[in-house]
């Protein structure tokens, strides 16, 4: 049974930083391109960034840039979102996801495997 588990979320200043974990279970993690995406309330989930399998590729939409690295640990069976320099408008729930294909995606459809996903909130 595939399992991934988000960790990190809270509540933050803006202008702070946090760590988003996403430990994966039941699939060769090393195989999968893994993204992160995040929905904010009455919103549609959006796409955040993305790390190919062997993180010599990395993606990220404009609003993170600059400010967001997506990383992984294959030897661990986890990927990381480090998100510094955050503002109210980054509050959502945030989810890592799993892609078999290692070719650029960006749309929710294309992943196979969501986590439940973790509250990161930014206080003004």
């Known amino acids: 049974q595939v399992q991934l588990v988000e960790s990190g979320g809270g509540l933050v200043q803006a202008g702070g930083s946090l760590r988003l974990s996403c430990a994966a279970s039941?699939?060769?993690?090393?195989?999968?391109?893994m993204g992160w995406f995040r929905q904010a309330p009455g919103k549609e989930r959006e796409f955040v960034a993305r790390?190919?399998?062997?993180?010599?590729?990395?993606y990220y939409t404009d609003s993170v840039k600059g400010r967001f690295t997506i990383a992984r640990d294959n030897a661990k069976n986890t990927v990381y979102l480090q998100m510094n320099t955050l503002k109210p408008e980054d509050t959502a729930v945030y989810y890592c996801?799993?892609?078999?294909?290692?070719?650029?995606?960006?749309?929710?459809?294309?992943?196979?495997?969501w986590g439940q996903g973790t509250q990161v909130t930014v206080s003004s």
């Open positions: 996801a799993a892609d078999r294909s290692d070719f650029y995606r960006s749309d929710i459809q294309a992943y196979e495997y």
């Open positions: 790390i190919s399998r062997s993180a010599g590729a990395r």
């Open positions: 039941g699939l060769t993690f090393s195989v999968y391109a």
